[in-house]
């Protein structure tokens, strides 16, 4: 190639002393320049082709985890307050299991403690985080507990989180089709239509065991139960000289107010009260202990996925180290390269200097002589 620019230019030079050996020497070193500058740019811009189509599978695959390990945390959070909330109720529970060891000795006075344990029972109930109370009921009507779908991979798999109703609540239907609702304090209300967008509240009533105990919406109208027939879910019961009858339903821990029992007043409804109670810790218990194992399962699919995404951001970061490599080797390869042909091509023009210094007296004005000279040189 050496020779084939200079032969080529020389020929067409003005001057036969001069071969303008610079001048040509400079158009080489721009043309190598210019072949090496457009190599170097498409080598690079393929690479970061492939560079940028990785990277951006990685942030993808970042963005998904991330996303996904958000909710799982989350649902951590939501579980171990409901595991922190069922402790607190089970403690709760045994205390009523306390009060009614103690009835029989003052009805009255236990009848009013067992229902202000049930009334914190529900309002810690209620303090569980957001709409995944996880230990509350789907309403005051369908006491199924909360559940949902958790998704724990960045390809859609869901688990479900079954939640545990550990509310203390209970509905009568009345032989009217009316409806009573306890307010969980100290009333309870008769309601013509119970539901979510018209509840047509009727008469509110004292569940306290007297008059002087109610306070609040609560009327001096207590209500008391007739029938003494504790275990079935037919039910008797007076208000101010009327009666009622109705079936009852419970919820939760399947444990009622105190008025339910007969307000403690016989041994039999201090049984079936410590009966259901009994129940209500030994169903405590296991759903501390079912909750517990999800919030463990839970825990352990969190640091699966923090883990993938350390792994994900390793290799992303692997991928770029060997891409700098690449870029590296390549950088010096392109050097060596250039400056073995920059290199050449001063030989070349030294070495043609010399030559033309040397026999440029013999060579003259002879046209076929300098182009013969030229190339060989």
Request: glycine share 6%.
């Amino acid at each position: 190639m050496a020779i084939d620019y200079m032969g080529g230019l020389s020929i067409l030079s003005s001057s036969n002393s001069t071969f303008s050996s610079k001048s040509m020497q400079d158009v080489i070193y721009e043309k190598i320049t210019q072949q090496y500058k457009t190599k170097i740019e498409k080598t690079s811009q393929a690479r970061s082709e492939v560079y940028d189509s990785r990277a951006k599978y990685y942030e993808a695959q970042n963005e998904k985890l991330s996303l996904v390990s958000g909710g799982v945390k989350n649902a951590i959070d939501t579980i171990g307050s409901a595991v922190e909330g069922a402790k607190k109720i089970k403690d709760m529970i045994f205390d009523l299991k306390i009060f009614l060891e103690k009835a029989d000795r003052d009805p009255t006075y236990y009848a009013q403690e067992f229902d202000m344990k049930l009334t914190a029972i529900n309002e810690e109930v209620l303090d569980r985080l957001g709409v995944y109370n996880l230990i509350g009921s789907r309403s005051r009507t369908n006491y199924e507990a909360n559940e949902y779908d958790l998704k724990v991979d960045e390809k859609g798999t869901t688990v479900l989180l079954q939640g545990y109703n550990m509310s203390a609540d209970y509905m009568i239907t009345d032989s009217d089709g009316k409806y009573w609702v306890p307010d969980m304090r100290n009333s309870i209300k008769r309601y013509d239509n119970y539901d979510a967008v018209d509840l047509n509240i009727e008469t509110t009533y004292s569940t306290a065991q007297s008059a002087a105990a109610g306070s609040g919406s609560a009327t001096s109208k207590v209500i008391t139960r007739t029938d003494t027939d504790y275990s079935n879910s037919a039910i008797s019961f007076n208000v101010d000289g009327v009666d009622y009858t109705g079936t009852i339903s419970k919820g939760g821990l399947n444990v009622g107010q105190s008025w339910i029992y007969g307000g403690f007043d016989s041994p039999e409804g201090i049984a079936q009260a410590a009966s259901e109670v009994e129940d209500a810790l030994e169903n405590a218990e296991m759903m501390i202990a079912q909750l517990s194992a999800m919030q463990a399962t839970t825990q352990g699919q969190f640091n699966v996925l923090e883990n993938s995404i350390i792994q994900n951001k390793t290799e992303m970061t692997n991928a770029l180290i060997a891409q700098m490599q690449e870029e590296y080797n390549f950088a010096a390869k392109i050097k060596r390269e250039y400056e073995g042909a920059v290199t050449s091509i001063a030989s070349i023009a030294q070495t043609q200097g010399q030559y033309t210094e040397i026999f440029g007296s013999i060579l003259g004005d002879n046209k076929l002589m300098n182009y013969m000279f030229n190339q060989t040189v």
